[in-house]
Every structure is written in C-alpha cells, then in structure tokens.
C-alpha cells in the first residue's frame, strides 16, 4: 500500500478547520510520550496566555462561561462577606448562632470564659426597651437544659453568674415595679425565669395531650384499641404485641424527656437561690395535680425527682403542712399503681424519708434512699 508522505494540494489549509498553531512549540507538529504536546494539536487545551485567532481576550475561558469572579464574591467561591448578605444582619439571629455555639462549648473547664462570652450577648441588650436579647439568651440556655438533663448543674451555674452580672441597663420598659419604674438587671431577669419556666411547663404538657388525643382518634371506633393505644403512647412504653411505634408515641417521648430536664432544671436553680421558694411549691403542686390521671403518668418521675433535689431544703417547720400534703397524696397515689412497678417503687417514699438523704441517680431515673 503506498503511503501518503505530502498533504494533497486540494485540502484546505488547515486554519479553515477552526485549529491554529500552538505557540509554545511552533516548529513541532505533534508531542511524543512524556513531552509536551505541540504542532497543530487538537486535544491541548491553550495555555493562559493564549489570544483567539479572531480577537480578544486573555482569558482562558470561552464568552459562554466569563472571566472568573472573585472568591469572595456572591456567587463566587470562598468564604462569603457579610457585605454581601450572606451572614445574618438580623440582631437575633446573630445572638442565637453565637450563643448556641457558645453553649455548646460550655464544659466544667472553660466555664469561667465561655459565660464571660455568653453573658456579654446578654448585655448587649442594654439599648433596647424590651429586654428581647435576654429573654433570647435565657430562651436558649431553657432548650439546652431541657434537652440535656445530665448537665443541668452547669446550666444552673450560668444562670446564677447570669443574675449577678446582667446589666442594670437592660430593662423592660412594658414592666413596672410599684415605683413605677422600669423592671431592670437582678429583678427582671428573675421574672424572665419565672415566665420561661411558666411557658415550657404548660407547652409540654399541651405537647402530650395533643399526642394522646391523636393517639385516641388514630385507634379509631375500638374503644380497646384506642385505649392501648393511648396508653402506650402516654407511659412511653410499649409491649412485645403491640402495634409498631406511632409517631405520637416519640412526640410524648420527646415531651417526657424534656419535662424532666425542665423540672431537674429548675430543682439546680432553687438550690442556687435564683429562683424562689414559691415557684418550686407551683411546680410541685403542678405536678400533683398531673399525676391524678393515669394519662399523666410521666409527671411521677418528674415529682420524684424534684422531691429528691429540693425535698430536704423545702422539709423545714414552715413547710411542714406543705410536705404533709406533699406525701399524703404521692402515698395514696402509690396505692392505685400496680405493687412492684417502677412508678410504684419511686413513689414509696415517706414523710421523713428526704431527711435521712435521697438521691436521684438521672440516667436510670430511679429514686434510692436510707431507711
């Protein structure tokens, strides 16, 4: 077979084929292996430097892409600007990122500069008529509390810095003592306490009665199926035979778990003595009031609970009608559960028992004491 060694006169020249010459290499018209390519190259991409035979432009990318913007541009790459939009310029969204990460960060060690760092957000309020960056902060420290049971002893030991270092600017001027003057520092964020305590309370339990009530309408005109049904989801158990997990049930689990955390929460602050004497004797007769419906069984543990974080401090001569109630009907409601069961076991505390020493072990959740 003859071999073609000269290009035919009648093809083209071969810019006509839209390639051109490289100008790295002019004189070679192909690479070998482990060389860089050159000559009349169709799969070489051009260098930067590189300028279209029809005109006009150093860069590298075609009109179709454009030039390469810069990294920190709004539709670069990078790292964005807050010029640009990007970070929230919004007060309460920038004090809940910072404080959330901030509590997130809040170990035994690096207490004293992690609250320094939290109660200046706090303090940033001092402008403001309405108090709204505290009750954001405190908002935030509630959550955690609630959702992380186990740590409420540092928690508490924020909020006690808290009261001690919020600034007597920050007020709220919809607040009036009988001065008449605007509710400020130390007195408002107490009440702040009080009403977030007032609010997650009453929340929770809207929360459960909600999830039973579904529970009851989803079992359907079976009176016994809504009734397993609603007690399943209501104690937070379940037996081998009954019907898969509702999405009810793990919205009580939710709810159980965080009333718990709060009414643990608020045990850690009355030893503290951020909040009073008299809001610890409304959580407790709350909860008294809960456990008379077998549907609100999930408040024993929280009442156990608290009795065993505050019971001793609280069992003073002045309080001795109080306690006697107190345990008069945690007995009688003992007597209803069947003898044996958890709720049962931890609700067979006496009247005097608090003064011998309970104990609440928080992970087990059961009561231990000395007779």
Same mark, same amino acid.
């Given at each position: ?13 071969? @810019? ?5 010459? &490289? ?43 454009? @030039?390469?913007? @810069? ?42 500069? *992690? ?30 509390? !609630?959702?992380?049971?186990? #740590? ?9 810095? !808290? ?16 001065? #008449? ?14 009403? #977030? ?16 009530? &579904? ?5 359907? +005109? ?21 019907? @898969? ?17 709060? *009414? ?19 959580? *407790? ?5 809960? *456990?008379?419906?077998?549907?609100? +069984? ?31 009907? !945690? ?9 044996? &069961? #958890? ?29």
């Amino acid at each position: 077979m003859a071999v073609c060694k000269d290009r035919p006169d009648r093809f083209a020249p071969l @810019p006509g084929f839209g390639v051109e010459r &490289s100008e790295v290499f002019p004189e070679r018209l192909g690479g070998g292996r482990g060389k860089q390519g050159g000559g009349w190259g169709l799969s070489h991409a051009p260098g930067p430097n590189h300028r279209h035979a029809l005109g006009a432009t150093n860069s590298f990318l075609s009109p179709l892409v454009g @030039p390469l913007l @810069p990294a920190n541009s709004c539709t670069g790459f990078g790292t964005p600007k807050p010029e640009y939009g990007y970070l929230p310029t919004d007060k309460k969204a920038t004090v809940n990122r910072k404080v959330t990460a901030l509590l997130n960060k809040l170990t035994t060690e690096k207490f004293d500069s *992690i609250s320094d760092q939290i109660i200046d957000w706090a303090n940033t309020g001092e402008q403001e008529t309405d108090g709204k960056t505290l009750i954001d902060v405190l908002r935030l420290v509630f959550d955690k509390a !609630m959702d992380e049971s186990t #740590r409420s002893v540092i928690y508490a030991k924020l909020c006690e810095k !808290m009261m001690e270092q919020i600034s007597s600017d920050v007020r709220d001027d919809s607040l009036r003592n009988h001065e #008449r003057n605007s509710i400020a520092g130390k007195q408002l964020f107490r009440g702040y306490i009080l009403n #977030r305590y007032q609010e997650d309370f009453q929340r929770i339990q809207n929360t459960v009665e909600a999830a039973i009530a &579904s529970a009851v309408s989803n079992g359907g +005109e079976d009176d016994a199926k809504a009734a397993n049904t609603a007690t399943m989801v209501s104690t937070g158990y379940q037996q081998e035979d009954d019907p @898969p997990y509702s999405g009810e049930y793990y919205v009580v689990l939710q709810a159980k778990r965080r009333s718990l955390g709060l *009414i643990t929460f608020i045990g850690e602050l009355f030893k503290l003595s951020v909040v009073t004497e008299q809001i610890v004797h409304d959580c *407790i007769e709350k909860l008294l009031k809960g *456990i008379e419906l077998p549907r609100e +069984e999930h408040q024993i543990e929280s009442l156990c609970t608290l009795l065993a974080l505050v019971g001793r401090v609280l069992d003073t001569e002045k309080n001795e009608n109080h306690m006697n109630v107190y345990f008069k009907r !945690m007995v009688a409601v003992a007597a209803e559960l069947e003898t044996g &069961s #958890r709720l049962h076991n931890m609700l067979q505390v006496r009247q005097r028992l608090l003064c011998t020493g309970i104990v609440v072990e928080v992970h087990n959740q059961y009561l231990t004491g000395c007779d």
